[in-house]
């Protein structure tokens, strides 16, 4: 019996050194894994830019002139908008009928094409700018009801080419459509048949100006005047887009509007803002103007600041003479500018780390861990713009381009040798 007891003992000793053999292995083990950095994560350092937008109401001025005609008759363009003419080129017709109910049509025609060619270019739409439209109506809804609130019905004419315009990108959007070229031209030929039942055409109408016709008129032709950016002070321009549109469609001497000139290829937006935007923008810069309905940037130049003592309020007034083809140029509409780029090395904030005071990450050169100092330009979405610096002998280095830096690992100093 003494035996056995022995022996059980003898096992339970065996036993239990084992386990504790097994334990100190595994925790010697776990250590020596945290010491040699495991699980080391790395990217290779590369360049990039990083732009900060910011977002206006843009007014566009142009030099335009409306054509008039004495007639009680329905108009019909003969040029295509956007189209070069030159002084005595026809633009439009008159058509003469007692039909009310198609005369009536062929103006809701016009109010519909109108509002589809409004929509402007919509090949690059996607899914992801659905998001961006429904805050743009939500902002344009938010408006109309304060103006409303304060009784500034015309805001709502103001907008209305906008807001339809919006909301038929996010029919093609959601629809999955191309565009609205086939009910224009639908809408075109209807126009046609409706005109040669309606009756004779009357006389042709010709252009007493060379320039670029356009068929669409808002009232606003003579109100926003270029030649008033110049020298308009703060209070005229809020007072010049609180304006009621003047009434294009028949003059007190019974004249109908066929359209209008526009005279100049220059033409501008001026974007009311405040103060702020002086940190950004300065006389004589050149910028990409992003516009939503369009689909597209026109680079544009800041040709006056609108700045005044004692006032918040200012104003930026961009020009250009370029002219995208099929440009819608509704109104007011919104823009996007590079508020500030940022060029550097875009790293997640984990890899950036504070060493004795000093900011800066650790990169793998071989097997051996380096600290690299560097300056962050930009933080934003949880990743940094950073950048290096000059080298000087005798100081902690500078992170460079190509440079492998660690971006996820334990127990990293520098000097340390990985496996």
Not at 139 to 157: C, D, F, G, P, V
Not at 186 to 197: D, F, P, V
Not at 206 to 214: H, V
Not at 400 to 412: F, Q, R
């Amino acid at each position: 019996m003494s035996t056995d007891k022995k022996y059980l003992k003898q096992v339970f000793f065996y036993l239990f050194s084992a386990c504790i053999s097994v334990g100190l292995i595994l925790y010697i083990g776990y250590h020596l894994a945290n010491s040699f950095g495991g699980g080391l994560e790395t990217t290779t350092v590369s360049e990039v830019t990083e732009n900060k937008y910011i977002d206006f109401d843009a007014y566009i001025f142009r030099s335009e002139s409306p054509i008039y005609a004495s007639s009680s008759g329905g108009i019909a363009s003969i040029a295509a908008d956007g189209s070069r003419v030159a002084v005595g080129n026809p633009v439009a017709s008159v058509y003469y009928g007692d039909g009310d109910e198609i005369k009536a049509r062929i103006a809701q025609i016009d109010e519909q094409l109108k509002l589809y060619e409004a929509t402007g270019s919509t090949a690059n739409l996607s899914v992801k700018d659905t998001s961006k439209i429904d805050s743009e109506i939500t902002k344009l809804m938010i408006q109309l009801k304060e103006n409303t609130s304060y009784n500034r019905y015309s805001y709502a004419s103001s907008v209305k080419t906008e807001l339809i315009s919006l909301i038929n990108k996010r029919k093609i959007i959601i629809n999955s459509m191309t565009g609205f070229d086939e009910q224009i031209e639908q809408l075109k030929n209807e126009r046609t048949n409706l005109i040669i039942k309606l009756g004779s055409t009357g006389k042709t109408i010709y252009t007493q100006k060379s320039g670029y016709y356009y068929a669409d008129t808002d009232g606003y032709e003579n109100i926003f005047n270029p030649e008033l950016l110049s020298d308009i002070s703060a209070d005229e321009f809020y007072s010049l887009i609180q304006s009621v549109p003047e009434e294009t469609a028949m003059t007190a001497q019974n004249e109908k509007c066929a359209g209008k000139i526009v005279t100049d290829t220059t033409w501008y937006i001026a974007c009311p803002t405040d103060k702020n935007a002086l940190r950004y923008f300065s006389v004589g810069d050149e910028c990409d103007v992003a516009f939503a309905y369009n689909a597209l940037s026109v680079k544009m130049e800041i040709s006056r600041i609108i700045n005044e003592p004692d006032d918040n309020r200012v104003v930026l007034i961009f020009e250009t003479n370029i002219m995208p083809e099929g440009f819608a140029y509704t109104r007011v509409q919104p823009v996007k500018l590079i508020q500030a780029s940022y060029t550097g090395y875009k790293l997640p904030l984990s890899a950036i780390r504070i060493v004795d005071g000093v900011q800066g990450v650790y990169v793998l050169v071989g097997k051996t861990v380096h600290f690299r100092r560097v300056e962050t330009v930009y933080e934003t979405d949880g990743y940094s713009i950073v950048q290096g610096g000059e080298q000087v002998d005798g100081e902690t280095k500078w992170l460079e381009l190509h440079d492998s830096v660690i971006i996820a690992g334990k127990n990293l100093y520098d000097g340390k040798i990985v496996p």
